[in-house]
Structure formats: structure tokens, C-alpha cells
Nanobody
Framework: EVQLVESGGGLVQAGGSLRLSCVAS????????IAWFRQAPGKEREAVSC????????DYADSVKGRFTISSDNAKNTVYLEMNSLKPEDTAVYYC???????????????????????WGQGALVTVSS
């Protein structure tokens, strides 16, 4: 069974940086993708970024492009989301999610359409003060 454990959330001032971690267990990294979503109070869940672990291909939402960086350390079964130049609008609970892929690349577009995920992290609260 796939398990995801998140860490790294917290309070940061606008313009600051934060790095979230998502540690996976029981996941076939060769045929999987990890995605980051976020959800602010009263708002729908938003796709943020994703990485296909087999080839390292990545995708980002326009709202975070140039500010956030997703990366993986496959040896540590960990995916990171480096968040720079944080804005108050980035305040949300951030969730990582894992899906086993079958010969396709996960993208922001496919993230929004995907109905079934193999596992979700517990969520990490990121609060950006103005």
C-alpha cells in the first residue's frame, strides 16, 4: 500500500521561501508520478505541479511557474516542492498525491481530470503573511 508523508509547512512572510517534502513508501518510482495540489478555505482544490518519476518530466500551474520548483530524490523516495517568492495567495493546505502511470506523462491538464489517485499525503499548511 502506498503511503505519503508530508512535511515542511509553516508560516512565512511574503517573499520568503519554503520547501515541502513528500516521502513515499510502497511506490514503484519507475512507473509513477507525484503531484502537488493545494486547497485554500472555501476554494476548490488546485493543481500546482507534478513530476513523472521515470523520466523527470515536470509541469506547473501558471500561477506558480517561475516561483515553484518540483524535484525528486528517487534514492530517498522523496519529492520536494520548493516554493520561492511566496505570496499571500499561496496560502493553502498543500497535498501530495501519487498515481501509478501506464505509459503516459502526468501533466497539469491530466491532473485536473484524473479521478483516481493511489495515495494522498496528510496535508501541509502553508501560511504566507503579508
Amino acid at each position: 500500500e502506498v503511503q505519503l508523508v508530508e512535511s515542511g509547512g509553516g508560516l512565512v512572510q511574503a517573499g520568503g521561501s519554503l520547501r515541502l517534502s513528500c516521502v513515499a513508501s510502497g511506490l514503484d518510482f519507475d512507473n509513477s508520478a507525484i503531484a502537488w495540489f493545494r486547497q485554500a478555505p472555501g476554494k476548490e482544490r488546485e493543481a500546482v505541479s507534478c513530476i513523472n518519476l521515470s523520466d523527470g518530466s515536470m509541469d506547473y500551474a501558471d500561477s506558480v511557474k517561475g516561483r515553484f520548483t518540483i524535484s525528486s530524490d528517487n534514492a530517498k523516495n522523496t519529492v520536494y516542492l520548493e516554493m520561492n517568492s511566496l505570496k499571500p495567495e499561496d496560502t493553502a493546505v498543500y497535498y501530495c498525491a501519487a498515481v501509478r502511470t501506464w505509459g503516459y506523462r502526468l501533466t497539469i491538464s491530466t491532473m485536473t481530470k484524473l479521478q483516481r489517485w493511489d495515495s494522498w499525503g496528510q496535508g501541509a499548511l502553508v501560511t504566507v503573511s503579508s
